[in-house]
């Protein structure tokens, strides 16, 4: 395998990882299927990837198509895609996303669907605004590179979303062994690697549109 082709794959799926963030969606999926028993859990976890899957794809094969239809350039989905990236990170980072799923999953275990559980596990958590401007713009680097560089971005989605299938099928031993401290740990790590890969974002969306900058300061 090409060595630039590996380190683009790699880096899409530590990319997309860190976003999805697996382990530390593990609590909210708990709290969400708290009414349901273990074959509907097992279910509700392949629809939510599933439709994962489907929408980030999605935005992975019409990525470019998306650019052509708004006009918008490289630099800016760059820029824009780690603005929202550095927002998810500090929310990761300060541990919002718990004190929301609780809120939520109050409100959805009234409800009483198996679809309640795809709305706030499939999107937004899983395939929400970060992942998508994400996939979205690894999908437009791609594009410049060859099929090979999109197929690498497809596999990345794929293995994400089939990792958080095998955290959510296994759900109630992790919170039980693991605990919500190392959970909540966890989705900080995460929250850090993306805020470093946010701003990387940023960086090299402005090294594009303002070259001289860039060119001054070095």
Request: contains cysteine; charged residues 10%.
């Amino acid at each position: 395998m090409d060595n630039e082709l590996f380190n683009f794959g790699l880096r899409a799926f530590v990319m997309l990882f860190a976003i999805v963030d697996p382990f530390g969606n593990v609590p909210v999926f708990v709290m969400v299927t708290q009414p349901m028993d273990a074959p509907q859990r097992r279910r509700l976890a392949g629809k939510v990837c599933l439709v994962a899957v489907g929408v980030l794809s999605a935005f992975a094969v019409g990525g470019t198509a998306v650019l052509w239809a708004f006009h918008l350039t490289m630099p800016a989905i760059r820029i824009a895609g780690g603005i929202i990236l550095l927002v998810i990170a500090l929310q990761m980072l300060s541990g919002r996303q718990f004190h929301w799923s609780r809120r939520r999953s109050a409100g959805s275990s009234e409800q009483g669907g198996h679809d309640t559980g795809i709305v706030p596990m499939a999107i937004p958590m899983m395939a929400g605004p970060a992942a998508m401007s994400s996939v979205l713009v690894l999908s437009t680097q791609a594009s410049a590179s060859g099929p090979a560089y999109l197929g690498s971005v497809l596999l990345a989605v794929v293995l994400v979303c089939a990792f958080s299938y095998l955290c959510y099928r296994a759900s109630i031993p992790l919170m039980h062994h693991l605990g919500r401290t190392i959970m909540v740990t966890f989705s900080c790590v995460m929250g850090l690697i993306l805020a470093a890969l946010a701003v990387q974002f940023m960086l090299d969306g402005l090294a594009e549109a303002i070259p001289a900058l860039f060119a001054t300061a070095s």
